[in-house]
């Protein structure tokens, strides 16, 4: 397998200045930099420029994705994280999350890093559009959603940076249960289990839209220092939009004033116990799966029996897509009628329909031989 590396980055808030991108197009040469983006893919080589640093200089996200096992997702939170430090710890490890608070400011990046191995995961194939899918996955965490965080922990314990057997897991967040498309992108960039994730949902609260707040913001607003109220208005004015709206957000959440964003069911599950859950519950779908297929499967054959003229037709329109595919399907469904309709009757309905097309494409021998492998002709 040829090796393959994807460096991206994302501006989000506001397109870079001409500075910040001069200091961009001295990370690589050969990057595709626009005020918006950065770019570069790399079949042999590495990427050798200062991810943080661009992400503190004008960039909000950044993916580094390989095929050998890199899958790095760094987030840039304006007004830092939307937890404390202590709630932050019981979400991460040592090597699978990290935080970098700014020198100055409550700024920090965010980084999800874990340590997979080639082929611990299917790989990516559309890697630039799943970079535009994990986007939104900034604005959850600034609005305080814990979902993110979470399947960092579910990444450590994948990976076996944490101990399976011991690690309990941290609050579960809201929501969990009906995911948005970027948090489905977080469990395919870093290959988790969607029957993982299911069992930690059985925990999971109900998400609060924002939009069910209001009552509770409107209250809190009433609190508000004015001068405090000028700076956001001020903030907004000037296009800092989400600065503003991050700062607001983590002061009423601060607040208690109303249910929280990140309102979170406490953890008390190994992720072992996750595990034997996701089992079961894998085992219950298929299950449905089955019942659901067999009962459709009777109600097709209660179908055919009924209409199986209708279904002669649909052999003819298969054979006339002129494919192997077609002619299969076609061999296929006299099968299905010859049952469906059953006894000498269906056998002969069956058959006769069948030495029909052999007459009347004698030249089809894909056709032909794929009769013959169902029965339908003599041989």
Request: hydrophobic share 40%; net charge neutral.
């Amino acid at each position: 397998m040829s090796e393959f590396q994807y460096v991206s980055f994302r501006a989000i808030d506001s397109p870079l200045t001409e500075a910040q991108l001069q200091r961009m197009r001295k990370q690589s040469s050969r990057a595709k930099i626009t005020q918006w983006s950065f770019e570069n893919t790399y079949n042999f080589g590495d990427f050798r420029g200062d991810s943080l640093m661009m992400l503190r200089s004008g960039y909000d996200i950044h993916l580094h994705y390989a095929n050998f096992g890199i899958r790095t997702l760094a987030i840039r939170l304006p007004q830092g994280l939307p937890i404390s430090m202590n709630e932050f710890s019981r979400y991460v490890d040592d090597e699978t999350v990290v935080w970098k608070k700014d020198p100055k400011g409550p700024a920090g990046i965010l980084t999800i890093s874990p340590q997979m191995d080639g082929g611990s995961a299917d790989e990516l194939w559309e890697v630039d559009e799943h970079v535009e899918r994990l986007v939104e996955v900034r604005q959850q965490l600034i609005d305080g959603d814990l979902r993110p965080l979470y399947l960092s922990w579910l990444c450590a314990c994948h990976y076996g940076a944490l101990d399976s057997e011991l690690a309990i897991e941290p609050p579960v967040p809201a929501g969990l249960g009906r995911v948005p498309d970027s948090i489905n992108a977080m469990i395919e960039l870093f290959g988790l289990d969607p029957m993982v994730v299911a069992a930690a949902a059985k925990r999971s609260p109900t998400h609060a839209p924002m939009p069910d707040q209001r009552a509770a913001m409107t209250e809190w607003l009433g609190t508000i220092d004015p001068a405090l109220l000028r700076q956001w208005m001020l903030q907004s004015l000037t296009g800092e939009f989400t600065a503003m709206k991050a700062s607001g957000l983590k002061a009423f959440r601060d607040s208690g004033i109303g249910e929280s964003q990140q309102s979170a069911a406490e953890g008390t599950r190994t992720y072992s116990e996750l595990l034997e859950l996701a089992e079961t519950l894998s085992k219950e779908k298929q299950k449905r799966e089955r019942t659901r297929k067999e009962e459709a499967l009777v109600k097709r054959m209660a179908d055919i029996a009924e209409s199986p003229k209708q279904y002669l037709a649909d052999v003819e329109k298969h054979v006339a897509t002129r494919s192997v595919r077609g002619y299969q399907q076609a061999a296929q469904l006299l099968c299905e009628i010859r049952e469906a309709v059953g006894g000498k009757k269906g056998e002969k309905m069956a058959c006769s329909f069948a030495s029909q097309l052999n007459k009347k494409y004698p030249t089809l021998r894909m056709l032909t031989g794929a009769l013959r492998r169902q029965g339908l002709l003599s041989k």
